[in-house]
């Protein structure tokens, strides 16, 4: 919904997210690139940034879930997302093995 936003509205949208509210963003990784006026942008990668910036600054909170290990995280979100991954979130891994959690 982020991403379709951004496509129609463009960047005024990603300042949405600069603000103090807690948010989760649910499925990272599974959202398709963002493109207006013919600019590409991997929206939720640049309002994750943005949100490290408020995590340091004024302590906001930002949650993910996401299906996918690191690598596949750095492939898609860059290593400066990874290297702020420890800082910003407490990890919670589960093993393949695991039973789905969601039942």
């Known amino acids: ?3 379709f ?3 129609e509205a463009g960047f005024e949208v990603l300042e949405k997210y600069k603000d103090t509210k807690d948010y989760c963003f649910d499925d990272l990784g599974l959202e398709p690139t963002g493109c207006h006026n013919t600019k590409d942008c991997n929206v939720i990668e640049e309002i994750l940034l943005s949100r490290y910036d408020l ?3 004024k302590n906001v909170k930002t949650h993910i ?3 996918l290990n690191v690598e596949e995280l750095e492939a898609r979100y ?5 290297s702020r991954l420890g800082e910003m979130f ?3 891994g589960f093993a393949k093995s695991s039973k789905d959690k969601r039942i």
């Open 5 to 7: 936003n951004f496509n």
């Open 90 to 92: 407490n990890l919670i």
């Open 1 to 3: 919904m982020i991403v």
């Open 78 to 82: 860059g290593s400066q997302f990874i």
């Open 65 to 67: 879930t996401t299906n």
């Open 55 to 57: 995590f340091k600054t």
